[in-house]
């Protein structure tokens, strides 16, 4: 088993950056990719985007690409996603969530796919 702990979260002006951290400790080599997912009041789980433990196979949604980059710290075991440009739509909890390497063929943009969860970190995003 792997344990997240989401970090980073914070209130910011339309247009500003966060750094958004996911801490993963335990079997980390067990797992295939890490994704961040978001979840609005109201609305599903969103995917965000996903990178191979290995730092590999970054994806994006359509919403954010060209404004979100996703990177793998090799060393310290720990997924960032840096949000540029951000806009009030971006307003959401974020989620990292980890995939069993089993699981390789299951579509990386989809909540089951993935066995592992952090509790999540809230960002808000004003106007």
């Known amino acids: 088993q792997v344990q997240l702990v989401e970090s980073g979260g914070g209130l910011v002006q339309a247009g500003g950056s966060l750094r958004l951290s996911c801490a993963a400790s335990g079997f980390i080599s067990d797992y295939y990719d890490v994704a961040w997912f978001r979840q609005a009041p109201g609305n599903e789980r969103e995917a965000v985007s996903a990178?191979?433990?290995?730092?590999?196979?970054?994806y994006y949604a359509d919403s954010v690409k060209g404004r979100f980059t996703i990177s793998w710290d090799n060393a310290k075991n720990i997924v960032y996603l840096q949000m540029s440009s951000l806009k009030p739509e971006d307003t959401a909890v974020y989620s990292c969530a980890a995939k069993p390497k089993t699981w390789y063929d299951h579509r990386w943009d989809v909540p089951a796919s993935y066995g592992s969860w952090g509790r999540g970190t809230q960002v808000t995003v004003f106007s």
């Open positions: 990178i191979g433990t290995s730092g590999s196979r970054p």
